[in-house]
């Protein structure tokens, strides 16, 4: 399916269904947009757990495991290791990721629509950053009160 978010908006539509987000809603620090982990995970249905001493959430889907640690900018996807720009940290109480980080772990494409902020994620997207009309569809959503 395809989760639409908006930064900062707590609105969050998944195939078309509202959604809401807890405590933090998504935003950009250096250019990097971050996103609560749990959220996002459990959208696609993954299964997240929180190890309180290890500072560490992991993230299990479809035989994918996903480690992101407090405070690291390593992440492990099945145990190989990848960068990110931003470390893991917690931001009200939640657990925020850089969003490229765990959407491509999820197996999924990312998709930044910058003149409306929308951060669009699914296994694929099928229509080009430039086709307003749905993108106007998608905007107009996260408008509705």
Avoid: H
């Amino acid at each position: 399916g395809l989760l639409a978010m908006k930064i900062g908006s707590f609105d969050a539509y998944k195939n078309g269904g509202n959604l809401k987000i807890e405590d933090t809603a998504p935003f950009v620090e250096n250019g990097v947009t971050l996103v609560p982990v749990r959220f996002v995970s459990e959208a696609f249905d993954a299964k997240v757990d929180w190890n309180a001493s290890e500072r560490k959430a992991t993230i299990q889907n479809d035989g994918t495991v996903i480690e992101f640690t407090l405070g690291s900018n390593v992440y492990t996807v099945n145990g190989e290791t990848y960068q990110t720009d931003i470390p893991a940290k917690i931001v009200n109480g939640r657990t925020v990721v850089p969003l490229r980080a765990v959407g491509e772990a999820l197996g999924k494409k990312v998709l930044w629509c910058g003149d409306y902020s929308i951060i669009l994620i699914a296994n694929s997207i099928s229509f080009a950053a430039d086709d307003t009309a749905k993108l106007n569809v998608i905007n107009s959503g996260f408008d509705k009160k």
